[in-house]
């Protein structure tokens, strides 16, 4: 039950229209985002569904179809549900480690104007873990990476949060076989330099290849070119290599510690919870402004307040929005999509696991499990309605369409 009558959306409703005013650079990917919130359950922009009693024809009821965006706090919430019902399903409980990997201050400027590098951090923290198991244990692990792109306050702040099984596949002549064996120890020091490694070797890498085939859809900053000077890339990070960076590691921690579904939280959905803000007004002690106030807590930190006029507010949010297509969560080792569906089975039988397969709970299951009503129900005979009716927003035409099912 929300008892916070404040909502991101009345916020961005408010001032959504001026914000774009004052910055027309605005990419197309984030107004796409937005206007799809804005336009969520709104049903002569995104279109609704019709049903009817088949028995009673004049009871019909008018479903307002919802945006399905990652930046909708609403259609974010059930997203992340079914993802986390669905991430229990193949991420078995068993010892486990959680490494965060984080980047250098210099670097996040870099990050935050060219959103493209990011996959460069899922590549250099995977392939850090993956070669140490797989060349010197010899086994094939389960892997879990999060993107998360803000930090306590907000602010741009890029890190990879990823779960590795302390278990693994033995590898014979480096094909997995179907015996499971434990990783008990990780020299975490001598991971953490090949981390830095790693990563300034793919940066470098893709930098050198966007310059050279430059695509618009990279949505890249177009300072980068400073690389193209010959010895800049080396100039600019070579000497990141010699100081040390944060990457936080855990000791073998128990399956019930295992934190996914807390690290895949805001994938899904807008980077703070509606719960945390607990002001919206205007204030005279910020130039007359209408201001944002949200609470802040850092781990094993008193919490605290953060004021922000709305505009910042906005902006502060919709910098966490990614380009079309970026996955903020990937699996590797046994879990990678190549692999998986061959080889998860042989891992859950030899844990002796049931392997427990989720159906999607549809709309209407779901209303009914919150609710206890059937919203699909004739008020008159109490039969289920039929859909007769679709009336849908075709994006590839601009306006909304309509068909009627068989
Ligand atoms: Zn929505
Ligand atoms: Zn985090
Ligand atoms: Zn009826």
Redo the contacts with the bound molecule.
């Keep these: 039950m929300r008892t916070n009558p404040i909502t991101i959306k009345q916020i961005f409703k408010d001032h959504w229209p001026d914000y774009l005013t004052k910055n027309p650079n605005t990419p197309d990917y984030v107004i796409k985002q937005v206007e799809k919130?804005l336009a969520?359950r709104n049903p002569q922009k995104l279109g609704y569904h019709v049903y009817q009693c088949q028995d009673h024809p004049w009871e019909c009821k008018f479903i307002p179809n919802?945006?399905?965006?990652r930046f909708?706090n609403?259609?974010g919430k059930k997203a992340t549900d079914e993802f986390i019902a669905k991430l229990q399903t193949i991420f078995p409980a068993t010892p486990f480690h959680h490494i965060t990997f984080t980047i250098p201050d210099s670097l996040r400027e870099l990050f935050n104007k060219n959103r493209f590098l990011l996959n460069c951090l899922f590549i250099a923290a995977a392939k850090t873990i993956l070669s140490y198991y797989q060349q010197k244990k010899k086994i094939l692990p389960l892997i879990t990476a999060a993107l998360h792109t803000f930090g306590r306050k907000v602010n741009f702040n890029c890190h990879i949060h990823l779960f590795v099984t302390a278990i693994g596949l033995v590898l014979e002549n480096g094909k997995p076989t179907n015996h499971l064996t434990k990783c008990t120890y990780i020299p975490f020091a001598m991971l953490h330099k090949r981390y830095r490694y790693l990563l300034i070797a793919s940066l470098k890498k893709t930098i050198k290849k966007y310059l050279k085939n430059p695509q618009p859809h990279y949505y890249a900053d177009p300072q980068l070119s400073v690389f193209n000077h010959p010895g800049t890339l080396d100039t600019f990070f070579d000497p990141l290599l010699e100081i040390n960076w944060y990457v936080h590691d855990s000791q073998e921690l128990p399956p019930e510690r295992l934190t996914i579904p807390y690290a895949v939280r805001y994938s899904k959905r807008p980077p703070i919870a509606e719960s945390r803000i607990i002001r919206y007004e205007l204030r005279e002690d910020f130039n007359s402004q209408w201001c944002v106030t949200f609470t802040c807590k850092p781990h094993n930190q008193r919490e605290f307040t953060e004021t922000r006029p709305a505009l910042d507010f906005i902006k502060l949010l919709i910098q966490h929005i990614l380009p079309p297509h970026f996955r903020q969560i990937r699996y590797y080792g046994v879990l990678s999509n190549r692999i998986r569906k061959q080889l998860l089975p042989t891992v859950f039988a030899a844990l002796a696991y049931e392997q427990e397969l989720i159906r999607q709970e549809t709309w209407r299951e779901r209303q009914i499990n919150l609710t206890g009503i059937d919203p699909l129900a004739c008020p008159i005979c109490h039969k289920p309605m039929k859909l007769v009716e679709v009336v849908y927003f075709s994006s590839t035409l601009g306006f909304l369409r309509s068909y009627r099912p068989p």
């Design positions: 919130m969520c919802t945006c399905k965006s909708c609403s259609c």
